[in-house]
């Protein structure tokens, strides 16, 4: 039911109670008035009675006519009085009245019979009389009594039913104040509870109150208008949720793309610093992208200077593709292609080209990778040369050892002989022969150590201009008229460490070379320099240490050699020349004597444009000997009369050396290896003056020997071999005044020379 209709239904029982108890109140008042009255009317009759019942007595004993006319009046009295209370009120017991008025009527009737009674009879009457009128008297009281109880009655029924109103409004009022409380405070409190949650955000509230009324209708609206907020809101939340999720997307994308950025700049820069040149190319070879190394390789700042043009145009300079080109071999085979190019500017390179697939099996692009293998492969054939060289090397060292040996026999007793002979006899001519024979094939021999670096060596320091302009005297006299000789000096000193003999060697085969290069004449310049050679150029050349250098260069216009030629140029034995004018040992020797100066030899020449060489010597630091003129050979040969222990294993030589000293007067106690040595020096340690030890031996070789005889006793030494005397210093045996070094093939007159200079002055007798 609508709260309406209930508090108009409220209204109207409220309205209707009123009026009842108006009503009610009204009838109640009416009521007390037509009792009132009655009971005025029943105290009236009553009083009536009493008067009747005293004027009975005295009327019916007296029976006068006036009397009997005021009993009369009496008795009409009385009956109109029961007439009034009859018919005016309808509340009156009517048998009373009716009692009342039988008695009244039955009186009259008695005392109409009065007069004709006798006293007596009348005594009789007024006794009933007196009955009656109390009988009547007590009727009447009866009648007020009646009246009495009636408007008690009604006084208790109307209190029950004032009672029964007022209970009823209060029960409307309860009713009312519950109705409230269930029927609109406990919806207003929902309301309200969603009112509050409403405005805390809570949508999801609801207030579920299915009811017809105001408040269903208005929980209806509140819970239709939360919903629409909620899914108001519920779509706002999920638009705001659709943001965030969209930025976080957005921040996602953002570092992904952050992250690719990156990546792709890394790969750039991977791709960057790969010095390999790496293209992308198209069916026409056209460039799409090139690394930074591809531009590098053209001397160009950037890639993009590359990009659209041609793969032929830029490296081959060509206007049409490659004969051998892997790219187009990869379009063509769908597989990755090889191959190995030569560019118009002299270099190698290693090409690989990688197919890119489109969709299916269609290649699109070729990834193209070109590595500049010039200097690898420079390297590589240096490498090979290295190697080879330093076979021949060991095998060429070996040989002129053992060679020298004979050498030095056969030139030993040749110089004997000629010693013997005199001069003019018929067989000294043929002894000059064998001993100039024997100094050519010693100087091959000099050749061969010097290629493998076993040629012993001098170092000093020296200004390489004043070395070389120490030699001019002698190249004058070597170089031909017809070629004009010309020096640059480096304006500063340039300090070497070197061999002098070895050095001027060097100048002298390269300046014999380039003049036989000229057969017809020509330019040759000897020039000295100092370079830096840095770590770049060790790379490009593959040779050298990075560090300072003091060059020597020889340029010649002469004829120049092909690339065949100057592959083999330091190889022993190798000539170009007919038999009889070159041996081949010439480069050799530079090569070895250079290799021994840690420096390198560079060659640079063309068939027809001439040929320079170039001797890097490394640059010494420290105080330049200065070069000095060769010494005139002494005439004279020295003698002596001190005792030597000579220790050779190889027989012949050992016999040579051995009478040469004893043609000089020297005491010679031989021994066949370094064992024999020992023994012999147990057997005459007193009486020996000197110590002469070939420095290898079979079983006890001459570095034993030595130390063992000085633990004992130090005695001067001479040390001799075929090898250099930095090897000896090397094994362990400094070299002194007391000890030195004689290397093989030994003149005699080099053997006297040292002897003496050892042993020192001949002590006068
Ligand atoms: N300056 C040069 N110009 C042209 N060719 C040269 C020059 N120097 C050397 N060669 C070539 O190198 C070869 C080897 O030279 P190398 O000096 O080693 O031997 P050789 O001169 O032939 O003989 P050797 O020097 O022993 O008398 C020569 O035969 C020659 O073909
Ligand atoms: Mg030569």
Same mark, same amino acid.
């Not at 009416?30 to 009317?41: R, S, V």
């Not at 208790?156 to 009713?175: D, K, P, Q, S, V």
């Not at 609801?206 to 899914?231: C, I, K, P, V, Y």
């Not at 051995?658 to 005459?684: P, S």
């Given at each position: 039911?609508?709260?309406?209709?209930?508090?108009?239904?409220?209204?109207?029982?409220v309205?209707?109670?009123?009026?009842g108890?108006?009503?009610?109140?009204?009838?109640?008042?009416?009521?007390?008035?037509?009792?009132?009255?009655?009971?005025?009317?029943?105290?009236?009759?009553?009083?009536?009675?009493?008067?009747?019942?005293?004027?009975?007595?005295?009327?019916?004993?007296?029976g006068?006519?006036?009397?009997?006319?005021s009993?009369?009046?009496?008795?009409?009295?009385?009956?109109?009085?029961?007439?009034?209370?009859?018919?005016e009120?309808?509340?009156?017991d009517?048998?009373?009245?009716?009692?009342?008025?039988?008695?009244?009527?039955?009186?009259?009737?008695?005392?109409?019979?009065?007069?004709?009674?006798?006293?007596?009879?009348?005594?009789?009457?007024?006794?009933?009389v007196?009955?009656?009128?109390?009988?009547?008297?007590?009727?009447?009281?009866?009648?007020?009594?009646?009246?009495?109880?009636?408007?008690?009655?009604?006084?208790?029924?109307?209190?029950?039913?004032?009672?029964?109103?007022?209970a009823?409004?209060?029960f409307?009022?309860?009713?009312?104040?519950?109705y409230?409380?269930?029927?609109?405070?406990?919806?207003l409190?929902?309301?309200?509870?969603?009112?509050?949650?409403?405005?805390?955000?809570?949508?999801?509230?609801?207030?579920?109150?299915?009811?017809?009324?105001?408040?269903?209708?208005?929980?209806?609206?509140?819970d239709?208008?939360?919903?629409?907020?909620?899914?108001?809101?519920?779509?706002?939340?999920?638009?705001?949720?659709?943001?965030?999720?969209?930025?976080?997307?957005?921040?996602?994308?953002?570092?992904?793309?952050?992250?690719?950025?990156?990546?792709?700049?890394?790969?750039?820069?991977?791709?960057?610093?790969?010095?390999?040149?790496?293209?992308?190319q198209?069916?026409?070879?056209?460039?799409?992208?090139?690394?930074?190394?591809?531009?590098?390789?053209?001397?160009?700042s950037?890639?993009?200077?590359?990009?659209?043009?041609?793969?032929?145009?830029?490296?081959?300079?060509r206007?049409?593709?490659?004969?051998?080109?892997?790219?187009?071999?990869?379009?063509?085979?769908?597989?990755?292609?090889?191959?190995t190019?030569?560019?118009?500017?002299?270099?190698?390179?290693?090409?690989?080209?990688?197919?890119?697939f489109?969709?299916?099996?269609?290649?699109?692009?070729?990834?193209?990778?070109?590595?500049?293998?010039?200097?690898?492969?420079?390297?590589?054939?240096?490498l090979?040369?290295?190697?080879?060289?330093?076979?021949?090397?060991?095998?060429?060292?070996?040989?002129?050892?053992?060679f020298?040996?004979?050498?030095?026999?056969?030139?030993?007793?040749?110089?004997?002989?000629?010693?013997?002979?005199?001069?003019?006899?018929?067989?000294?001519?043929?002894?000059?022969?064998?001993?100039?024979?024997?100094?050519?094939?010693?100087?091959?021999?000099?050749?061969?150590?010097?290629?493998?670096?076993?040629?012993?060596?001098?170092?000093?320091?020296?200004?390489?201009?004043?070395?070389?302009?120490?030699?001019?005297?002698?190249?004058?006299?070597?170089?031909?008229?017809d070629?004009c000789?010309?020096?640059?000096?480096?304006?500063?000193?340039?300090?070497?460490?070197?061999?002098?003999?070895?050095?001027?060697?060097?100048?002298?085969?390269?300046?014999?070379?380039?003049?036989?290069?000229?057969?017809?004449?020509?330019?040759?310049?000897?020039?000295?320099?100092?370079?830096?050679?840095?770590?770049?150029?060790?790379?490009?050349?593959?040779?050298?240490?990075?560090?300072?250098?003091?060059?020597?260069?020889?340029?010649?216009?002469?004829?120049?050699?092909?690339?065949?030629?100057?592959?083999?140029?330091?190889e022993?034995?190798?000539?170009?020349?007919s038999?009889?004018?070159?041996?081949?040992?010439?480069?050799?020797?530079?090569?070895?004597?250079?290799?021994?100066?840690?420096?390198?030899?560079?060659?640079?020449?063309?068939?027809?444009?001439?040929?320079?060489?170039?001797?890097?010597?490394?640059?010494?630091?420290?105080? /330049? $000997? #200065? %070069?000095?003129?060769?010494?005139?050979?002494? @005439?004279?040969?020295?003698?002596?009369? +001190? !005792?030597?222990? *000579?220790?050779?294993?190889?027989?012949?030589?050992?016999?040579?050396?051995?009478?040469?000293?004893?043609?000089?007067?020297?005491? /010679? $106690? #031989? %021994?066949?290896?370094?064992?024999?040595?020992? @023994?012999?020096?147990?057997?005459?340690? +007193? !009486?020996?003056? *000197?110590?002469?030890?070939?420095?290898?031996?079979?079983?006890?070789n001459?570095?034993?020997?030595?130390?063992?005889?000085?633990?004992?006793?130090?005695?001067?030494?001479?040390?001799?071999?075929?090898?250099?005397?930095?090897?000896?210093?090397?094994?362990?045996?400094?070299?002194?005044?007391?000890?030195?070094?004689?290397?093989?093939?030994?003149?005699?007159?080099?053997?006297?020379?040292r002897?003496?200079?050892?042993?020192?002055?001949?002590?006068?007798?």
């Amino acid at each position: 039911m609508k709260i309406r209709t209930l508090s108009n239904l409220l209204l109207l029982f409220v309205v209707l109670s009123f009026l009842g108890i108006i009503s009610f109140n009204l009838a109640f008042a009416l009521k007390e008035e037509t009792l009132k009255a009655e009971e005025e009317l029943a105290d009236s009759l009553t009083h009536a009675l009493f008067l009747a019942v005293q004027e009975d007595e005295w009327y019916f004993r007296s029976g006068t006519v006036f009397d009997k006319e005021s009993f009369h009046g009496t008795q009409r009295k009385i009956a109109q009085l029961i007439e009034k209370i009859a018919t005016e009120n309808r509340t009156t017991d009517r048998k009373i009245l009716e009692s009342i008025s039988n008695i009244n009527s039955t009186i009259t009737s008695l005392f109409d019979r009065i007069s004709s009674l006798t006293l007596k009879e009348r005594e009789q009457e007024i006794f009933r009389v007196k009955g009656l009128r109390h009988l009547q008297y007590l009727e009447g009281k009866n009648l007020v009594k009646s009246i009495y109880e009636k408007r008690k009655k009604i006084h208790e029924l109307f209190h029950l039913a004032g009672n029964g109103l007022t209970a009823a409004l209060g029960f409307t009022i309860i009713f009312f104040l519950f109705y409230l409380r269930r029927r609109i405070h406990g919806p207003l409190l929902r309301l309200e509870e969603g009112f509050a949650a409403l405005s805390t955000g809570n949508f999801a509230y609801r207030t579920d109150l299915r009811r017809n009324d105001e408040f269903g209708l208005l929980a209806r609206n509140f819970d239709g208008m939360a919903e629409t907020l909620q899914s108001t809101t519920v779509s706002v939340e999920g638009l705001k949720r659709e943001i965030e999720k969209r930025r976080e997307t957005e921040a996602t994308l953002r570092e992904e793309e952050e992250k690719l950025r990156r990546l792709s700049q890394e790969f750039h820069t991977l791709l960057n610093a790969i010095p390999d040149n790496l293209t992308l190319q198209d069916r026409d070879l056209k460039i799409l992208w090139a690394n930074r190394g591809a531009a590098h390789s053209l001397n160009l700042s950037s890639s993009e200077e590359i990009v659209g043009k041609y793969c032929y145009t830029l490296w081959h300079n060509r206007t049409a593709p490659c004969e051998i080109c892997p790219v187009q071999e990869c379009f063509k085979t769908k597989r990755e292609a090889e191959a190995t190019v030569y560019t118009p500017d002299g270099r190698i390179w290693d090409l690989r080209a990688v197919p890119l697939f489109g969709k299916g099996d269609e290649v699109v692009n070729v990834i193209e990778v070109g590595r500049d293998v010039t200097v690898h492969r420079k390297l590589e054939a240096q490498l090979l040369q290295a190697q080879k060289m330093e076979a021949i090397g060991l095998m060429a060292g070996s040989v002129a050892h053992d060679f020298n040996n004979i050498l030095s026999a056969i030139m030993g007793y040749c110089q004997l002989a000629l010693i013997k002979e005199k001069r003019g006899e018929p067989l000294s001519h043929y002894l000059e022969q064998i001993v100039s024979s024997c100094e050519r094939a010693a100087a091959m021999t000099q050749g061969l150590l010097a290629f493998s670096r076993k040629q012993p060596a001098n170092f000093a320091l020296f200004d390489l201009n004043d070395l070389v302009r120490g030699f001019e005297k002698f190249l004058r006299r070597l170089v031909r008229e017809d070629i004009c000789l010309k020096y640059l000096y480096a304006e500063e000193k340039l300090p070497v460490m070197v061999d002098r003999g070895q050095i001027e060697q060097v100048i002298m085969n390269l300046v014999t070379n380039a003049q036989d290069a000229m057969p017809r004449g020509g330019g040759l310049t000897i020039e000295t320099r100092s370079v830096y050679h840095d770590e770049e150029l060790v790379r490009t050349h593959g040779y050298g240490k990075a560090g300072e250098y003091a060059v020597l260069i020889i340029t010649d216009t002469g004829v120049g050699m092909d690339k065949n030629t100057l592959q083999r140029v330091f190889e022993p034995f190798f000539t170009t020349k007919s038999e009889g004018k070159g041996t081949g040992l010439g480069l050799s020797t530079v090569y070895g004597s250079v290799k021994r100066h840690e420096g390198f030899v560079n060659i640079y020449s063309e068939p027809g444009q001439g040929t320079t060489v170039k001797v890097y010597l490394p640059m010494a630091r420290g105080k /330049v $000997i #200065e %070069a000095r003129e060769e010494a005139p050979v002494e @005439e004279t040969l020295p003698t002596g009369k +001190e !005792t030597i222990l *000579l220790a050779e294993d190889d027989q012949a030589l050992r016999e040579a050396l051995a009478t040469t000293l004893k043609t000089f007067g020297y005491t /010679v $106690i #031989e %021994a066949a290896d370094g064992e024999e040595a020992l @023994e012999k020096f147990d057997a005459h340690r +007193e !009486t020996l003056d *000197l110590l002469i030890l070939d420095a290898i031996m079979p079983r006890i070789n001459g570095r034993q020997v030595y130390e063992k005889i000085k633990s004992i006793k130090p005695y001067k030494t001479i040390i001799i071999s075929g090898y250099s005397k930095d090897i000896f210093a090397q094994n362990g045996i400094p070299l002194t005044e007391e000890v030195i070094f004689l290397s093989k093939p030994i003149s005699p007159v080099a053997l006297l020379k040292r002897v003496r200079e050892v042993l020192g002055e001949i002590k006068s007798p």
